[in-house]
T-cell receptor, first 111, second 116 residues
Framework: QKEVEQNSGPLSVPEGAIASLNCTYS??????FFWYRQYSGKSPELIMS????GDKEDGRFTAQLNKASQYVSLLIRDSQPSDSATYLC???????????FGTGTRLKVLA | GAVVSQHPSWVICKSGTSVKIECRSL??????MFWYRQFPKQSLMLMAT?????????EQGVEKDKFLINHASLTLSTLTVTSAHPEDSSFYIC????????????FGPGTRLTVL
């Protein structure tokens, strides 16, 4: 059973702080990794994609991938109340283009 | 990013009736689309992969005769929930990957189905 795991939270951080979200996956051959943000009652919105080991930065967001340890993380700098949402980690295991989603981490940014 | 639309955004129906949900890629062609279902406070669960011009492939445990999928063109896939029951009430979301991209999926806004 290929799995993707996230801490469900809620993760509470004060406004302006760094929020750190983590995700682990079981299929060592996984190739593509994605972070989505989902507001309550809405569909997921793509934030970041990452395919190779290391860091990838886009504005206030940084994705980090470590294939040897089978984890991917998302850092949100200068967190804002509008960042409060559920963050979903998605992984495409080896041999498929389908996503496996984690359960999501609920982030609360306190004003 | 690419735009995917869904219609309707919400629907309420009586038990035993059928409901059709449309998913369209607005500014790109999608030979493949995915259908997900999301129950409250749970993550997205893939139901099936819709393939243009061929049969859909269903995930384990999803009844293909209950959830009919048709992908008749490169921009449209439909999901029909047949003989809907209250336990089918859920948030149904479609997605499509951009051809030539690296598997990023773009999601439609979702359809909230309530079966009375």
């Amino acid at each position: 059973q290929k799995e993707v795991e996230q801490n469900s939270g809620p993760l509470s951080v004060p406004e302006g702080a760094i929020a750190s979200l983590n995700c682990t996956y079981s299929d060592r051959g996984s190739q593509s990794f994605f972070w989505y943000r989902q507001y309550s009652g809405k569909s997921p919105e793509l934030i970041m994609s990452i395919y190779s080991n290391g860091d990838k930065e886009d504005g206030r967001f940084t994705a980090q991938l470590n294939k040897a340890s089978q984890y991917v993380s998302l850092l949100i700098r200068d967190s804002q109340p509008s960042d409060s949402a559920t963050y979903l980690c998605a992984v495409t295991p080896s041999g498929t283009y389908k996503y496996i989603f984690g359960t999501g981490t609920r982030l609360k940014v306190l004003a | 990013g690419a735009v995917v639309s869904q219609h309707p955004s919400w629907v309420i129906c009586k038990s035993g009736t059928s409901v059709k949900i449309e998913c369209r890629s607005l500014d790109f062609q999608a030979t493949t689309m995915f259908w997900y279902r999301q129950f409250p406070k749970q993550s997205l669960m893939l139901m099936a992969t819709s393939n243009e011009g061929s049969k859909a492939t269903y995930e384990q445990g999803v009844e293909k005769d209950k959830f009919l999928i048709n992908h008749a063109s490169l921009t449209l896939s439909t999901l029909t929930v047949t003989s809907a029951h209250p336990e089918d009430s859920s948030f149904y979301i479609c997605s499509a990957p951009l051809a030539g991209g690296q598997n990023e999926q773009f999601f439609g806004p979702g359809t909230r189905l309530t079966v009375l």
